[in-house]
């Protein structure tokens, strides 16, 4: 069994009453659950094994679906189960602008471009730059299109995006109590004061979310934690002082959660109760102005489109069946990027400016792995299916002795290599061998 922090479960014991004290208690000598979300992007799922996440599953301990194909074609995502709930309770729908505001690794992220299904905007922010390289890996593998990667502070954001978004997630930075039996370093950096000094921060994130959501936007403040201040209490004081702002009632017993503490409409697992760890979830709405009030507009973020490059235009007439003719390019460098809307982005902190499409080099356009997890298979002009030993091969690394059953018409065609019809990226025909062109950092 873990071994508790003192003060911690001094806290849970005022918090629960004898019973279900004793039952949290026992919960910790079980192991923690584990799940999967298949990635709606890629795969329609129509039956779960977690209540809250209509394409959740949980998997046996023994099972290691990281070293799967699958996995690396981006077919699911290995996430707790606990963690999929804020992305189902914020409602996305395809044709929102949504802001994931602390997104990194980028697992709610990806649920929530799995519900926008390509349609308008995500915008994917996590302060640390070196936390957000897992967020752009798990969305590029993901296949995600529509998403803009920043690595921005709050108040940063709030003066750009005034009023903009259609939904906000804050999944906030907290004392991580809820995460206790799956991460001892969670155990480890727990303090008395952490609770104390998480909420000062959390209160700071929801002020400037606030400001970014639309009037009638809705947005899903939620923590790792059980602690009542980073919780109920942060949630009472930002209410206190954006009366603009309500609590909208979550279907506990639709989605087998419980009532949260003194707020009964905002939500709580626990690890005793459900298959997962510690949460939680609260849901709120900003109220329409009234016929006197003004709303900032948010046209300072749009900008008008950027063109096709022509080295890209070359590219797509000869090896794509797609057009972005109605799309917005961003050049950085040598980096091409496309985006769905155009968002001006100077002056802020870019991880990625759109979906990254590759490198245009010497007037010619090289793609990127991106833009081979982004597409599908018919998209491509030419294209390979592998078998799965072919398949293991190529993710280690290695090029692949190929014969074509139909001659390509040039010579040293881009194909995008596929198994089971998904996309695993991208390799050059040259003389019969299928020369590899995995990144480095996406080679098992």
């Not at 279907?251 to 298959?275: D, F, M, Y």
């Amino acid at each position: 069994m873990i071994e508790l922090p003192e003060i911690f479960l001094k806290r849970m014991k005022n918090l629960l009453n004898a019973e279900e004290f004793s039952a949290f208690c026992n919960a910790y000598e079980n192991s923690p659950v584990r799940g999967i979300r298949y990635n709606a992007l890629k795969i329609a799922k129509s039956s779960s094994s977690v209540p809250w996440c209509k394409n959740g599953f949980i998997y046996d301990s023994a099972e290691r679906p990281s070293k799967t194909i699958a996995y690396h074609a981006g077919l699911f995502y290995i996430q707790e189960p606990s963690a999929m709930c804020p992305g189902e309770v914020l409602g996305v729908e395809p044709g929102d602008k949504v802001l994931d505001i602390c997104a990194a690794p980028g697992g709610k992220s990806v649920q929530i471009a799995g519900h926008l299904q390509g349609q308008v905007l995500l915008v994917s922010n996590d302060a640390s730059a070196s936390r957000s390289r897992a967020l752009v890996k798990n969305l590029e593998r993901a296949g995600v299109t529509n998403a803009i990667v920043l690595t921005e502070m709050p108040q940063k954001l709030a003066a750009r995006f005034p009023s903009f978004f259609d939904r906000i997630l804050v999944d906030a930075p907290c004392s991580g109590e809820g995460m206790f039996r799956r991460d001892s370093d969670a155990v480890k950096a727990y303090t008395e004061n952490k609770p104390e000094a998480c909420a000062a921060v959390q209160k700071e994130i929801l002020r400037h979310a606030a400001s970014m959501l639309k009037p009638g936007g809705r947005m899903v403040y939620s923590t790792c934690t059980f602690n009542t201040q980073e919780n109920e209490e942060t949630i009472a004081a930002f209410l206190e002082k954006h009366e603009e702002f309500s609590l909208v009632k979550i279907e506990h017993q639709k989605l087998g959660v419980q009532k949260g503490i003194g707020i009964t409409q905002a939500a709580r697992i626990w690890p005793h109760l459900a298959q997962g760890e510690g949460h939680f979830i609260a849901l709120m709405e900003r109220a329409l102005p009234s016929s006197n009030d003004t709303v900032v507009s948010d046209t300072r973020a749009i900008f008008n489109k950027n063109k096709q490059p022509r080295e890209f235009t070359e590219f797509c007439n000869e090896f794509l069946n797609i057009s972005f003719d109605d799309k917005n390019f961003v050049l950085h460098g040598v980096n091409l990027y496309v985006q769905k809307i155009p968002i001006e982005l100077k002056g802020l902190r870019v991880a990625r400016s759109g979906w990254f499409l590759g490198e245009i080099k010497k007037n010619r356009f090289v793609p990127s792995q991106a833009m081979a997890m982004g597409l599908r298979k018919e998209q491509a002009r030419y294209a390979v299916e592998l078998s799965e030993q072919d398949a293991e091969k190529y993710l280690h690394g290695e090029s692949l002795h190929f014969e074509s059953p139909e001659k390509f018409p040039i010579t040293k065609p881009w194909v995008l290599v596929c198994h089971e019809n998904f996309p695993l990226g991208w390799a050059r025909l040259v003389q019969g061998r299928l020369k590899n062109n995995l990144p480095v950092g996406w080679v098992i």
